[in-house]
């Protein structure tokens, strides 16, 4: 059950780590980049989500594997 919802949580953060890449090359993130030097909030946030449910699914893959080497 463990490696399921880790694969999800894989599958999610790439996901969101696609829109938020593709929300950084959109038309309003390059005048919010223009006037502020940034992207806008809400790309930065998916790229952060993205990251963080990557990370949480890998860890949680590479632990349920741990286990059937025994």
Do not use: H, Q
């Amino acid at each position: 059950m463990g490696s399921i919802r880790s694969v999800v949580f894989l599958v999610v953060g790439i996901v969101l780590l696609v829109w938020g890449l593709n929300e950084m090359e959109s038309f309003s993130s390059d005048l919010s980049r223009i006037f502020t030097g940034t992207p806008t909030d809400r790309s930065m946030w998916l790229v952060i989500g993205g990251s963080v449910l990557c990370i949480v699914g890998i860890a949680g893959i590479l632990k349920g594997r741990k286990g059937y080497g025994r």
